[in-house]
């Protein structure tokens, strides 16, 4: 062999060894297929009968292990025939395995394989999978998937084992792309087990014998498919071997060494070199030397002359070599081997004894055998026997028997004997005739073997001879009579046969058994059995008159009876003393029978579809016993005002749709109830009630009335303001969720929708001073997924403000709002026209009245409504804390005085009065109902000085509420006038729950010579609001 030729077998070994190492799956489990079936699950294939084999490596087992879990997607409900094939030549694939699977809906599946099932894999291996239906396993078809799928058509139901041949099946030319939603997940199979565990110890016996089986034991797999190897991995001796077939340990020569331990390690494997390992260790010990017969008794006869074996001792030392000698001297016996061919020895009678019982009628003999180790000694005693002839001692020997009362084993005589020597003695019988039906125990006993009625021969001779081994005694002769011997009852019209319908009226007669019998005073009573266990729950025969009669209670069903219906019912007749016996073969005839549903009402649903779309087949279960002769069965449907609705196979009972069905036109019910009827070759009918239940389908996406939308928002628009509301229709109705719908919107970061369609403003910031376009895609969905989108071009002019440099949100100020100014721009406007209004009626009310009297006619002219004056007595005020004296500055210097010359008395002008003291005119009638105020001097002499501009006095309280009077300083507090008196301005305010609040402007005139009461007179407004 060259270098080229070793350095290829090198490279393939290696492979070979990293392939084992590899090719073990892992506990976890490994995908042999789709990983996801459930994306899978777009379309189906529509053939029947109708096998896979994916010849793709990601269906491709690529390690040793078992079959653990099926995951797949069904379309449709039945059978499914997961399968594994193993590739033998170019186009043959052998069915590894296949594991049956009934999904009894439209759904994804995860079938985890019972352990008794599981399916054994090596690398290489396929899945494929069968349907004796239509086809289940769903599938996307797609150009960018690869996929070799095999497809044959009418494959049939496989076996385990049988070869497929492939060859005219190529990959699919329109299917190659398609990928099945189905996957096998693998892992790692058992490791096999003895049944002894990893270790044991056996005890072999010295004297085993070459070839035998010290130590069974077995070897077991969870796997149920996995093929055990097992081998000797080591041994220390050359006595044992190993039995692979019979998993069993053997001897390989009868001479073992005693007094040792041999160790034998055996392991076993599976497929997938799974292996376990164990210890066998066997010892041998050395067999003690014992004659396991002794001590025993034998006996001679007295007149024996020949040598005679005895006893054979039995010793359990064979393989070391023993020897055994009689120890006991002058007796006229021996010890001896055997022969030479087998090394073992006896007790001897020697030639010529000369035994006398007189002289000596026992002898104990002492023998010993030894094997140079070991002696071991026993004792066998034989005793001598007398010689002496039996005798007979009966002295009647006749006997009468009535075969009326006589039974079997009855004794009728017994034979007395006498033996001296032994009392083992034997008997004998002759009968004349001959065939009588007695016998002699070794008691001596003479006992009735069978009934006399039957007997035709009216007596027996019975010679009797006694033996006791040496001497025999006899014949003596038993006169046997027997008297009322039975005329047996005898069947005329049997055997024959009958035919009898199925679902004969329970308790018919059928048949009747006629007998004779000579004995006419003998009752005959009739008895049936049968030979098949099942007929005697369907016929009986009454016992007095033998009529056959079918059963009262089981109805005689043809179709449920074994094949074929026939069978032998065995009629007995009997007198009481004897019987008759003879069959009547019965053959059960078929007739036609109704189907029967095995329930009233079935149900099935589906969603709204197109002509011809097919409802779940309801599982109706109809029940017809006569199926299986060819009897066929149709249905048919009426669904009343509906039935046009929907058609029915007649051969299925598969209900679809009769044109278009849908439940958006708003007339279509979603549940019909229809009336199922099943029909049988002959016309036999049965009923079921069947309600279609016919669910919503998503038929329409929902839309928009417009293809896009624009709008404009303006950068400073607030957070939350709806820019614009967009909604979209569905075409399903909504009050079945098919209808509702909602919306999303992206990029969603500045704007948002709600799910009214309603946009609203998210986050504008950053785009002040800023021109700005986004484009927004609106998007409707459905509960079912349909979805509708729309661009939506928002719009964002640039705002040019100067107020803020910055690029910030900030909230908006009062002017800088387009909709504050809108309304406040006018509003001042109108309040500017409304108070130069007021004002100029003042004018007029106060200037150019020329009158100052309070009944001037001018002023009466202009006479307002005034509030009704309120006395109001205020307490005395409480002094404020003096302030802290701020320290006295030094008086300044009088500056002189220059003395001016006295002036000239002026009259002074009239003052101009106030629009205030206008509203506030004594020739008002009010103020004639109140007399006028008088001045509080205490209260001006009293009043602390004010800490801050102005005190208010303190509050009054009344009936009707508060009353707080504000006094002001300087311009709105008191002044004092040239008359001398003291006025005082200011406001008031009243306070009440419910009350409207008003100030009103007050004047009081304090005179010098008012006396000290404190009453000031207030304008207030006591009306509610």
């Not at 000085?945 to 002001?968: D, I, L, M």
Request: with cysteine; proline share 7%.
């Amino acid at each position: 062999m060259d270098d080229t030729t070793g350095c290829i077998i090198l490279i393939i070994l290696l492979s070979l060894i990293r392939s084992t190492i590899s090719a073990t799956c892992g506990t976890s489990g490994t995908t042999v297929g789709e990983s996801d079936p459930n994306s899978f699950k777009n379309s189906v294939g529509s053939g029947s009968n109708v096998g896979y084999l994916v010849e793709d490596p990601d269906y491709q087992v690529g390690c040793c292990g078992i079959v653990y879990q099926w995951e797949f997607y069904a379309k449709r409900t039945g059978n499914l025939d997961c399968q594994i094939w193993r590739k033998t030549s170019a186009n043959q694939y052998t069915l590894v395995g296949k594991n049956r699977i009934s999904p009894g809906s439209i759904q994804e599946y995860l079938y985890t394989v019972p352990p008794a099932d599981s399916i054994s894999v090596k690398p290489g291996d396929y899945i494929g999978w069968y349907t004796s239906a239509t086809e289940m396993v769903s599938y996307n078809a797609l150009s960018t998937y690869p996929i070799l799928n095999r497809r044959k058509t009418s494959l049939g139901d496989k076996n385990t084992g049988d070869i497929v041949d492939w060859s005219n099946v190529n990959p699919e030319s329109t299917g190659s792309n398609r990928q099945y939603a189905i996957r096998a997940i693998v892992k790692k199979g058992n490791t096999p087990q003895f049944s002894f565990g990893t270790s044991t110890t056996v005890t072999v016996p010295e004297s085993t014998t070459s070839g035998a089986a010290v130590y069974v034991f077995t070897v077991t797999d969870a796997d149920p498919q996995d093929t055990l190897t097992m081998e000797l991995v080591s041994t220390d001796n050359s006595f044992f071997t190993l039995d692979v077939t019979n998993k069993q340990i053997v001897t390989t020569q009868a001479d073992i060494p005693d007094q040792a331990a041999y160790v034998m390690e055996v392991k076993v494997y599976d497929d997938c070199r799974l292996t376990q390992t164990g210890t066998v260790t066997l010892t041998v010990p050395n067999t003690a030397l014992t004659i396991d017969n002794l001590p025993n008794t034998g006996s001679v006869d007295e007149e024996e002359t020949s040598e005679r074996k005895l006893l054979d001792l039995t010793v359990t030392e064979l393989n070391d070599g023993y020897t055994c000698t009689l120890v006991t001297s002058s007796v006229p016996f021996i010890v001896k081997q055997v022969n030479t061919a087998n090394p073992t020895y006896g007790v001897y009678l020697i030639d010529w004894p000369q035994l006398n019982y007189n002289t000596r009628s026992s002898y104990s003999l002492s023998i010993e055998c030894e094997d140079g180790l070991a002696t071991a000694s026993g004792t066998y005693t034989v005793n001598v026997n007398k010689n002496n002839n039996p005798t007979i001692d009966n002295t009647n020997w006749i006997v009468s028997l009535n075969a009326l009362t006589a039974k079997t084993s009855d004794v009728i005589f017994t034979v007395s004997t006498t033996d001296a020597d032994s009392p083992q003695v034997t008997y004998s019988i002759s009968c004349t005739p001959t065939g009588c039906p007695f016998d002699i125990l070794n008691s001596g006993k003479v006992v009735l073997t069978d009934r006399l009625l039957r007997h035709s021969r009216a007596g027996y001779n019975v010679d009797v001879t006694v033996s006791d081994g040496r001497n025999t005694v006899g014949p003596r002769t038993i006169d046997v009579t027997i008297s009322n011997i039975n005329d047996d009852p005898v069947l005329t019209n049997l055997p024959t046969s009958i035919n009898v319908l199925e679902n004969s009226a329970l308790g018919t007669s059928v048949f009747q058994a006629s007998a004779t019998d000579t004995d006419s005073s003998d009752p005959k009573v009739f008895r049936a059995s049968f030979n098949k266990d099942w007929a005697d729950k369907y016929f009986r025969v009454d016992s007095s008159t033998g009529i056959v009669y079918t059963s009262s209670s089981n109805n005689i069903d043809y179709d449920i009876l074994p094949n074929p219906p026939s069978f032998l019912m065995y009629i007995t007749v009997t007198d009481g003393k004897w019987y008759d016996t003879e069959h009547l073969s019965i053959q059960i005839q078929n007739v036609n029978e109704a189907p029967v549903f095995s329930q009233t009402h079935y149900s099935t649903s589906r969603t709204e579809g197109t002509d011809g779309s097919a409802f779940p087949t309801p599982r109706y279960n109809v029940f017809d016993p006569d199926s299986g002769s060819g009897d066929t069965k149709t249905y048919s449907l009426d669904c009343g005002t509906d039935t046009y609705r929907f058609s029915i196979a007649s051969g299925s009972g598969a209900i679809s749709f009769k044109g278009d069905y849908t439940l958006d036109d708003g007339t279509s019910p979603e549940e019909v109830n229809c009336t199922v009827t099943v029909t049988d070759t002959a016309g036999l009918t049965d009923t079921c009630d069947l309600t279609l239940h016919i669910r919503h389908n998503n038929d329409f996406p929902p839309t928009f009335p417009y293809s896009s939308y624009a709008v404009t928002v303006q950068s400073y628009e607030i957070v939350g303001k709806i820019v614009q509301t967009i909604q979209a229709v569905d075409q399903d109705l909504s009050s079945h969720n098919h209808g509702r719908y909602s919306y999303s919107l992206s990029p969603n970061t500045r704007f948002d929708v709600l799910q009214n369609g309603s946009i609203y403003i998210k986050d504008l910031s950053g785009l002040y001073n800023t021109a700005a376009t986004i484009t927004l895609t609106l998007a409707v969905s459905d509960l079912a997924g349909r979805s509708t989108s729309v661009p939506v071009v928002v719009t964002i002019p640039r705002y040019f403000t100067t107020d803020s440099p910055y690029s910030t949100d900030r909230p908006y100020s009062f002017l800088e709002k387009s909709t504050d100014m809108a309304w406040f721009v006018p509003s001042m406007v109108g309040g500017f026209f409304f108070i130069t209004f007021i004002g100029f009626s003042c004018y007029l009310c106060t200037v150019d009245c020329k009158c100052r009297k309070p009944r001037c006619d001018c002023c009466k002219r202009k006479k307002v409504w005034r509030p009704k004056p309120v006395q109001v007595v205020l307490p005395k005020p409480r002094e404020l804390p003096a302030e802290r004296p701020k320290p006295k500055e030094p008086p300044p210097k009088p500056k002189p005085v220059k003395e001016k010359p006295a002036p000239k008395p002026e009259v002074p002008p009239p003052r101009v009065r106030s629009p205030v003291e206008e509203r506030i005119d004594v020739t008002s009638p009010i103020i004639r109902m109140s007399p006028h105020p008088k001045p509080n001097r205490d209260f001006e002499s009293k009043a602390p000085a004010p800490a801050k501009q102005f005190s208010p006095p303190p509050p009054y309280f009344s009936r009707q509420g508060t009353v707080t009077a504000e006094v002001h300083n300087s311009n709105r507090g008191w002044t004092n006038s040239s008359d001398d008196h003291s006025t005082y301005r200011g406001y008031h305010t009243h306070h009440r729950e419910g009350l409207s609040e008003d100030r009103h402007f007050v004047e009081i005139e304090e005179e010098k010579t008012q006396k000290p009461k404190k009453t000031y007179e207030f304008w207030t407004d006591m009306t509610h609001n």
